[in-house]
């Protein structure tokens, strides 16, 4: 039951990043990169309160909070270089530069946790990671390929990198300290430093118009992608970190299709079916880790 039930809230991150990311592109292109991840780690931080109030003097512990203040200025760098991307690209393209956190994460897991896979579990993994790699590439000509890459590869690795790391340390502080401060804190961290940036570049002032200008942007953005992260570290802590993982990379079919739906953007046959293979396996892979 636990782990079915972690399945479930692992496809409620799903869903959540699916329309979040397509709530932060339109922020980050209205109001900037700082600013929108600002909103998130203000909104996010005040939602999440009410939930971790009794776990707070966990977080003064001094292992425990070295740890999480961590987590949160790894979160800042990492967000900083999604946002970007989100900003210049395709939502429905850009969702999937970073998927090479998804080998990097089940590394971690396996060689850390010592997680094991079973041959299914492994197989359906493997048709995420594909049905992703369909949706990021825009050509299938080798030519045309290597010149998609070359524009944005360097940020591609770090970015996965970071990212891999990052579900990494998230599911170690779900497990050891708890699921809610796991996120708050690095809320929290994030929240303060895109502050001062924003203080730094003498931007402060816009910050409150800006909020009146699009507030249900900005509101969508920073709902959607707590709510997505919370799930996400509820199912680290009682499940496997690597099929979790597996599970929520799955997000960016959703962002592709919300990409034609609402912004109308042209995607190529293969993209599709990268789409529907990667929900597919999704799915099959959270009900029968279930």
């Known amino acids: 039951m636990v782990l079915e039930t972690a399945s479930l809230i692992a496809l409620a991150a799903v869903i959540c990043w699916g329309f979040g990311d397509y709530f932060i592109q339109q922020t980050v292109r209205k109001i900037g990169s700082v600013q929108s991840l600002f909103f998130i ?3 996010g931080s005040i939602l999440m309160l009410p939930l971790v109030w009794t776990e707070l003097p966990l977080a003064f512990q001094p292992e425990n909070a070295l740890f999480l203040i961590g987590i949160g200025v790894l979160t800042f760098i990492v967000a900083l270089i999604l946002f ?7 939502l429905s393209v850009v969702d999937v530069i970073f998927e090479f ?6 590394l971690l897991a396996l060689f850390f946790f010592g997680e094991q896979l079973t041959l299914i579990q492994g197989f359906l993994i493997g048709l995420i990671f594909v049905g992703i790699l369909l949706i990021a590439l825009e050509h299938l000509h080798i030519k045309k390929i290597v010149h998609s890459l070359e524009k944005g590869v360097l940020l591609a690795l770090i970015g996965s990198v970071g990212m891999g790391f990052l579900n990494f340390y998230t599911a170690s502080a779900s497990r050891t300290i708890t699921p809610g401060l796991a996120i708050f804190v690095p809320w929290v961290i994030y929240g303060t430093l ?12 816009s910050l409150w118009s800006n909020f009146r200008k699009y507030p249900h942007i900005i ?7 707590s709510l997505a992260w919370m799930f996400f570290a509820v199912a680290l802590s009682q499940h496997s970190a690597a099929i979790v993982t597996a599970i929520t990379e799955s997000y960016p079919a959703l962002a592709l299709f919300l990409g034609v739906w609402f912004n109308k953007e042209k995607i190529a046959s293969h993209q599709m079916i990268g ?3 990667a929900l597919g396996a999704c799915v099959i892979l959270a009900f029968y880790a279930g």
Do not use: C, F
């Not at 970007?84 to 395709?90: H, M, N």
């Not at 895109?194 to 002032?205: D, G, N, Q, Y």
């Open 41 to 43: 780690g203000l909104i």
């Open 275 to 277: 789409a529907a293979v």
């Open 219 to 225: 509101l969508g953005q920073s709902i959607l992608d």
């Open 194 to 205: 895109s502050l001062a940036v924003i203080m730094m570049r003498k931007e402060t002032h």
């Open 84 to 90: 970007e991307s989100l900003k210049e690209g395709k």
């Open 101 to 106: 956190e998804l080998p990097i994460t089940v």
